[in-house]
């Protein structure tokens, strides 16, 4: 079983940073490939970076070159670093973690993960 627990969420304003934390529990995280998903209110929750099994990163369209996905092996825990915030970025981010193999590489979609955490709130104000 794995758990995953976020952290360092908060309200920043526009152009500001954030650090969001996601501490896994699990015998075995280096076969979890992990990634960072959101959902603001009354949109659908989607991808936002995933990090696999080798260090190889993912990210969606509308973070690269402002987010930064990492992780740190012997501490079993992900990152996400998050420049130059923006209102839009406002939401709910969730930490999920999948099996090596599950679904295609490189995947951003919520349906290919199977462990989440409860989540933690961004809010950008402009």
């Known amino acids: 079983q794995v758990q995953l627990v976020e952290s360092g969420g908060g309200s920043v304003q526009s152009g500001g940073s954030l650090r969001l934390s996601c501490a896994v529990s699990t015998y075995s995280y280096s076969d979890y490939s992990m990634g960072w998903f959101r959902q603001a209110p009354g949109k659908e929750r989607g991808g936002v970076a995933t990090?696999?099994?080798?260090?190889?990163?993912t990210y969606a369209d509308f973070v690269k070159g402002r987010f930064t996905i990492s992780q740190d092996n012997a501490k079993n825990t992900v990152f996400l670093q998050m420049n130059n915030l923006k209102s839009e970025d406002t939401a709910m981010y969730y930490c999920?973690?999948?099996?090596?193999?599950?679904?295609?590489?490189?995947?951003?979609?919520?349906?290919?993960?199977?462990?989440w955490g409860q989540g933690t709130q961004v809010t950008v104000s402009s």
């Open positions: 999920a973690a999948r099996f090596r193999g599950w679904g295609p590489l490189k995947s951003l979609a919520v349906s290919d993960f199977g462990y």
């Open positions: 990090i696999d099994t080798a260090g190889s990163t």
